[in-house]
């Protein structure tokens, strides 16, 4: 990970610029980090907040030769590495919400934006774009994030090490992309993720993608990463994608 680095201070979203990267040949394992960007762009088209030099906005350009029901298991990796590297940084109990945003205190400090170019049977490359709040204040957030989102300087009290956090990041997931390239460990990395995971046993509500909406309870995360659910009806569901949010009642 991270033969080229691609850096900037200001860009429209590392993601977009990753995909004109993979545009030419590259190296499996490239990274695009930006100290701003004017474009940053979250799940579900919403936008993600990045002014200058308080996060770490960056994508990781891969080119791995794997099927696509496989590329689950790379946000898996990136969620833990994410969250290895912060709880190791800062000692306090660091969360995933699947499938990938990760929580102190119950918000959200960093989220994850996998997108894939290729075929079924033939991946040309996958962009992984992690954003993480680290010094903002309460201030960058607008008032409809105020209670859902948070930074590690907020959740802490003390400004946080951009470039270490990154490091440790990198690092961790360089390992977890060996394993997953050889398929190795993967049992113990879902069953970490497992361990992790803030969703399981409580009360949801998932969005699936055509905007419907259904409430459960979470049993587990499936070995395919899938959240497997109970609805209310008794029925069993696996969720490979969607939205979750908790449950008020
Ligand atoms: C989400 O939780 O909705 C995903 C947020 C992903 C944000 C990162 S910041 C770096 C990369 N570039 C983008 O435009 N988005 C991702």
Redesign the pocket.
């Known amino acids: 990970i991270g033969k080229n680095i691609y850096y900037f201070e200001e860009i429209?979203?590392?993601?977009?610029y990753g995909k004109i990267v993979a545009q030419k040949p590259f190296e499996d394992g490239d990274i695009i980090i930006?100290e701003s960007?004017n474009?940053?762009?979250?799940?579900?088209s919403?936008e993600?907040v990045?002014p200058m030099r308080k996060?770490?906005?960056?994508?990781i350009l891969l080119k791995p030769q794997i099927s696509f029901e496989k590329i689950t298991r790379l946000t898996i990796i990136t969620a833990l590495a994410v969250c290895s590297a912060l709880e190791d940084h800062i000692q306090k109990k660091v969360e995933i919400k699947w499938p990938?945003?990760i929580l102190i205190n119950q918000k959200?400090i960093?989220?994850?934006?996998t997108e894939i170019s290729g075929e079924v049977d033939k991946i040309n490359y996958v962009v992984i774009?992690?954003?993480i709040n680290i010094n903002l204040d309460i201030e960058d957030f607008d008032e409809s994030l105020a209670t859902k989102a948070s930074s590690l300087k907020i959740e802490t009290g003390k400004i946080q090490n951009r470039k270490e956090i990154v490091q440790k990041i990198l690092s961790i997931f360089d390992e977890y992309y060996d394993d997953f390239l050889n398929d190795e460990n993967y049992e113990s990395i879902i069953d970490e993720y497992r361990k992790k995971s803030y969703l399981i046993g409580r009360n949801v509500e998932v969005r699936i993608y055509n905007n419907d909406s259904i409430r459960a309870r979470v049993l587990d995360i499936e070995k395919n990463g899938a959240l497997k659910v109970e609805l209310e009806n008794g029925e069993i569901r696996d969720l490979l994608s969607g939205e979750v949010t908790l449950s008020t009642s």
Do not use: E, H, P, V
């Open positions: 429209d979203s590392t993601n977009d930006a960007q474009k940053g762009r979250g799940r579900f919403r993600w990045s996060g770490a906005y960056l994508s990938n945003d959200k960093c989220g994850i934006l774009g992690i954003g």
